[in-house]
């Protein structure tokens, strides 16, 4: 049985993938229905589930045009009382969350949740690597943004 929920799973996590990164839009209800299946208090694997399907759901929403959903629903997933249990899961909740933050115009924020990303342990170097372009970015269009209010 266990084995069996535990593929269950792993299929759902790379469905879910699939939908979200396809932009299907069929995408939030594959990723509601499989959440409801999810016990986060049962097992490491329905948490890290869990986890994922938050990032979906808020990049779904970003993909929607709808940025203030997608702040949210990773805001809420980046206060999992579970995530510091798999810090390597929340590179993408807060990524995705900078991400969008900067797109609304909030871009001390995005700093503050990229910079926690970055100082966050069990991170690969090519994952830092690839963050530390869009802080790189954050900066620069912070810079333009400063000089533009002074001319």
Known sequence: LWKNKKIKIELAINLGALYEQTR???AMEFV???MITLDTSDTRDDRIAWILCQQYKAKIFGYRGDYHKGIE???SASQLTFLNGFPDYKLGIFSVLSDYLNKVGDPKSSE???LQA??????????IKMLLPKLAKLYLNQDSISRAEMT
């Open 118 to 127: 970055l100082n966050s342990d069990g991170w690969y170097p090519y994952e």
């Open 32 to 34: 509601d229905s499989f």
């Open 73 to 75: 629903t990773a805001i």
């Open 24 to 26: 299907d839009p069929k």
């Open 112 to 114: 503050k949740y990229l």
